[in-house]
């Protein structure tokens, strides 16, 4: 491939080639097509002065005189086919082509017939090249001088396009990043649309790389969460396993039939949590707005049987009876999430509130950050990340289980001063 400068040089003496010779034909044609119109002139102005005088009185004394007085050469043949020339050899002459300047015997020269009263007569003239030396002088001064403002142009339009390629390999060497790098405006309009079409072209990479991005944070989120999921379900499961295990081992070897009952219960106890962890992994992922039971019901008289559960004795219940029109069983998942994520991050108690199928947890604790306030109800996202006692679900069900009432979960927190988690269902 060729560089821009080779390119533009080779450009240049190419056109400078080409238009000296087309200059130099032109030049050429033009003098042979002056000096044509001269001596045809001067064949007139010979003829017109034949014709003043007549034929008859031309003879072989009198026609060298004209030939002489004309610088040149006649061949006259009368009625009778008689020949009167100036020249010696003027058989050679008689065939020649008209109209034309021929070289003929190592001479330029002009012929012209003419035919009068029955005489016909040839005129033969020598058109003289003069010295064209300073002429050709001139004229290649003028092609130097304008070939050198022909350079200029050259070598302005060669800088511009340089320039602008430049621009365009350091555009293009940085096309995939955040960097503005200005293409400035050409004097030629195709690079200016090739540069406004580069810009765009580099705003589609922006943007797809951010898009990219974006979704290579999620999918890295998304395996953090996986990963932090199978950690908690790995621990999980492996407590109760390991209970199971130990116990069919001692029962391999006890025969105490007390000790035996003990063993299969705490394996019985064990099976029930395995089951439990089943299906509340079952549960988060398949619930949907198909299977909902919805009725009418007491929310405050819910809150108090919850209550009653053992684990539930720092939360204080407020407010008054209100009737809801929803899932109780979602809805009592809901509220025991709420609590018992209120009741972990807190050391106070809780303050559980019902008012006007409105519901609000407020807890006292540290506070969540504002930047992990959208995130909470996402699946599988932990405050803690290296914590091993939670999936990550619990805020993700609440919300799931509120959208698909038609309902949402508002949330709001004080760093120190603790969080405030509220919801309101359909009456």
Known sequence: MLKTRTAFFLAFSFFAFIFALFFYIFVNSHLNFLLFKQYEQKIKSINDLISFYSLNFINEDNIKALSKQSRADFIIIDKNGSVISSLQDYELYKNLEENKILNFNSKNILVKKFFKEGVSYSIIVYPRFLNLDSFWFYVVCFYLIFLFFIFILFFVFFKQVSKNINEMILFLDSIDSVKQISLKKSIFK??????????????????????????????????????????????????????????????????????????????????????????????????????????????????????????????????????????????????????????????????????????????????????????????????????????????????????????????????????????????
Not at 260 to 282: A, P, V
């Open 190 to 427: 195709d690079i200016n649309i090739l540069n406004a079409k580069l810009l765009k072209i580099k705003d589609k990479i922006i943007k797809r790389q951010q898009k990219n991005k974006k979704q290579s944070d999620k999918i890295a989120l998304k395996n953090t969460q996986l990963s932090n999921v199978i950690s908690a379900i790995s621990h999980e499961l492996k407590n109760p396993l390991s209970v199971i295990d130990l116990s069919v081992e001692l029962l391999k070897k006890e025969n105490d039939k007390v000790l035996k009952d003990e063993l299969l219960e705490k394996i019985q106890r064990q099976s029930f949590k395995l089951n439990n962890l089943t299906n509340k992994l079952n549960f988060v992922f398949n619930i949907n707005k198909e299977n909902l039971n919805i009725e009418k019901f007491d929310i405050f008289k819910l809150c108090e049987k919850i209550l009653k559960n053992p684990g539930f004795e720092r939360v204080v219940l407020n407010g008054e009876s209100s009737i809801v029109k929803a899932d109780e069983f979602l809805i009592e998942q809901v509220l025991i999430n709420l609590i018992s994520n209120s009741l972990k991050y807190s050391q106070k108690d809780v303050v559980l509130t019902v008012s006007n199928q409105t519901v609000t947890v407020r807890d006292f604790g540290e506070g969540i950050k504002e930047d992990s306030i959208k995130l909470i109800t996402k699946k599988f996202y932990k405050i803690d990340s290296k914590s091993n006692n939670s999936f990550g679900l619990g805020l993700f069900l609440v919300k799931k289980i509120l959208s698909i009432h038609g309902s949402y979960l508002e949330i709001s927190s004080l760093i120190g001063q603790g969080s405030t988690f509220s919801f309101k269902l359909k009456g």
